[in-house]
């Protein structure tokens, strides 16, 4: 009984709520709905709130209560966890208001807006890009900000997912080996060990650059095993000059055996 009398309080207390609501909408006032506004955004009703704004901007663009309601536009959105739509409101505001009291903020929050909607690694990462820009952006702007070692820590998230993606093809390429026939010398193996290097300019502090010096040495001495004569001394050298790349680098690396045990059969190919 105690349950079914506090379920029909709470049903009346919705019902008056959206009477509330639904003449808040039919007001005139613009002035008076952007308090509703307001207070609909305090009490965490994002949906009511950003039904309401999205008037406001539009009647109010170009004044300081256009400026407001855009930014708190853009957190409505945001707390109803529609990133990308909230980056674009983030983003609108610090382009038409880009001295704006929000600016710094709307900056911050539409690069992470971008950040939290990133794909996985094996996805397109257009989306990845796109948030490093904006991340990079706010810290060329605002080096002073309290957010710049955030926003250069979460940069270097974003690194890393590219260099993941990255390995993931040069994993492919290894291991399709000479299963299909390139038009090119080395085939597969040699788009290996192009996209390791290049994957190692680009991110020279990733976490991957061990596994892709790894996977250069081995593509270099599949390449080398299975070349011609003609040129088997020259590529032996070129994986003896891997070798002592990654040796140097990881003296107690997790593929140093594999590598030792690797080179000794080409130090034995030049001897002879």
Do not use: W
Not at 159 to 182: C, P
Not at 210 to 220: I, L, P
């Amino acid at each position: 009984m105690k349950s079914k009398i506090v379920g029909i309080f709470l049903f009346s207390i919705l019902l008056v709520s959206c009477g509330e609501y639904n003449k808040v909408l039919k007001l005139t006032d613009i002035d008076q709905k952007f308090e509703y506004a307001k207070r609909y955004f305090d009490e965490g009703k994002f949906s009511r709130s950003a039904t309401l704004l999205e008037e406001v901007v539009q009647m109010r663009k170009g004044s300081s209560r256009g400026e407001e309601a855009l930014y708190l536009l853009a957190q409505s959105y945001y707390g109803m966890k529609d990133y990308l739509t909230a980056s674009e409101y983030f983003s609108t505001y610090f382009k038409t208001y880009s001295k704006g009291e929000y600016a710094e903020l709307s900056r911050y929050y539409s690069a992470y807006g971008l950040f939290l909607e990133s794909p996985d690694s094996r996805l397109d990462q257009s989306q990845t890009f796109k948030a490093m820009d904006q991340f990079q952006d706010f810290i060329e702007l605002y080096p002073q900000s309290e957010r710049k070692e955030e926003a250069q820590e979460i940069l270097f998230q974003l690194q890393e997912k590219l260099a993941s993606k990255e390995l993931l093809t040069v994993r492919l390429y290894y291991n399709l080996g000479n299963y299909l026939i390139y038009p090119f010398p080395g085939g597969n193996y040699l788009s290996c060990v192009i996209t390791a290097q290049n994957a190692m300019r680009s991110y020279p502090f990733s976490k991957y650059r061990e596994e892709f010096m790894y996977y250069t040495f081995k593509s270099k001495y599949e390449m080398a095993m299975h070349s011609v004569d003609e040129k088997k001394d020259f590529r032996y050298r070129d994986v003896v000059d891997e070798y002592y790349s990654y040796v140097n680098e990881y003296p107690e690396g997790k593929y140093i055996k594999e590598i030792k045990r690797l080179y000794q059969n080409v130090d034995n190919e030049l001897k002879q």
